[in-house]
């Protein structure tokens, strides 16, 4: 078979704007590696790559795509080989090092090695793969290399880093653990939420589209639907959902990012610590939240949300949602 550039469809078609396409991208979880080769003076070359992927068992191709304004294009395409060495967790200094223009020689104070092949290895990765290149296809702003694995070591046994909307994800990870291990108490979450939560509907009052508020509401209709005791994942969503359209109503990006963490915690909580009970005795409160936002009034949905914590926290004896 040869490649086929196929002709756009003669459709009416959404103009893609790229910054959300990047964010939706991200929306898929990858691993990171380090891609080298050699420079014409046998020399190390790399850069941090998360569009590594596996192509053919038979033969064995693997793939990555690099950039055209990449400095290193010319060197990959000379070389004519490459290796791939896929980063453990630990290794996300080793993942900003190698995606840093500024950095001249990236492989200072690296622990590496040649390969059988030729190319350069980085110390301590979850594995590394040899490649000569098999093909090189031009495709956008970017070249496709697929190459044939010549060469191929395990290394550690530690978990993989994970790139995930824009980040690495053991922020995540160790959220979680600080969760499940019960290191993370009630007191200050609920300080927390009270502090996070309460700027952001401040900030939501006055900036706060309709529809987004409208989408608050519709999180609290999908709280109030998912009561059976049965429902747990549904009712976790929709309490995530609240509290990220909230976050996302707030129109501050650090903020959100914050409130990401906080529905990490919420999730985990809901999940491994506290089976949340329904409480239809909260159901006027979220009402209350919603209807301060139409009104623009800060005080009353900030107080609402205390009072909602208030109340969750004092309970009837059941266990409580996060
Ligand atoms: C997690 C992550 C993944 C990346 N993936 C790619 C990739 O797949 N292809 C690419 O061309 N650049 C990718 N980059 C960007 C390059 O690492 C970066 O542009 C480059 O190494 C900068 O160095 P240079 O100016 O010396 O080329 C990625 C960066 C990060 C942080």
Not at 5 to 31: N, S, Y
Not at 253 to 277: D, F, G
Request: charged fraction near 20%; charge should be negative.
């Amino acid at each position: 078979m040869t490649t086929t550039t196929l002709a756009a469809p003669q459709v009416e078609v959404d103009a893609i704007d790229p910054k959300l396409f990047r964010q939706l991208l991200g929306c898929f979880p990858t691993g990171v590696a380090v891609v080298t080769t050699n420079n014409a003076d046998g020399s190390p070359a790399g850069l941090t790559c998360n569009s590594f992927s596996s192509v053919s068992l038979e033969p064995p191709l693997v793939l990555f795509s690099l950039r055209k304004a990449s400095s290193l294009l010319p060197t990959f395409v000379e070389s004519g080989t490459f290796a791939i060495n896929i980063l453990s967790q630990s290794q996300d200094a080793l993942s900003g090092r190698f995606a840093s223009s500024k950095i001249a020689d990236k492989f200072e104070g690296v622990a590496w090695r040649k390969g059988p092949l030729g190319t350069p290895l980085v110390d301590d990765c979850l594995a590394s793969f040899e490649c000569s290149v098999h093909a090189r296809h031009e495709a956008g702003d970017h070249v496709i290399f697929i190459g044939e694995v010549k060469h191929m070591s395990p290394g550690c046994s530690d978990h993989a880093l994970v790139f995930y909307k824009g980040a690495y994800m053991m922020l995540a990870e160790s959220l979680r653990k600080l969760v499940i291990d019960g290191k993370l108490g009630t007191a200050d979450i609920d300080e927390a939420y009270r502090a996070l939560y309460g700027t952001l509907l401040r900030l939501a009052c006055d900036r706060a589209t309709d529809a987004e508020i409208d989408a608050i509401e519709a999180a609290v209709d999908g709280i109030e639907q998912s009561q059976e005791l049965h429902a747990l994942p549904q009712r976790i969503d929709a309490m995530a959902s609240f509290f990220s359209s909230i976050a996302q109503a707030g129109h501050n990006e650090a903020l959100r990012l914050m409130a990401q963490t906080m529905t990490t915690v919420l999730r985990e909580r809901m999940t491994h610590v506290i089976p949340a009970h329904p409480r239809p005795d909260v159901f006027p409160l979220r009402r209350k939240v919603v209807k301060c936002l139409r009104a623009r009034d800060a005080d009353g949905a900030a107080g609402a949300l205390d009072e909602l914590i208030s109340t969750l926290r004092k309970g009837s004896g059941a266990p409580l949602p996060a």
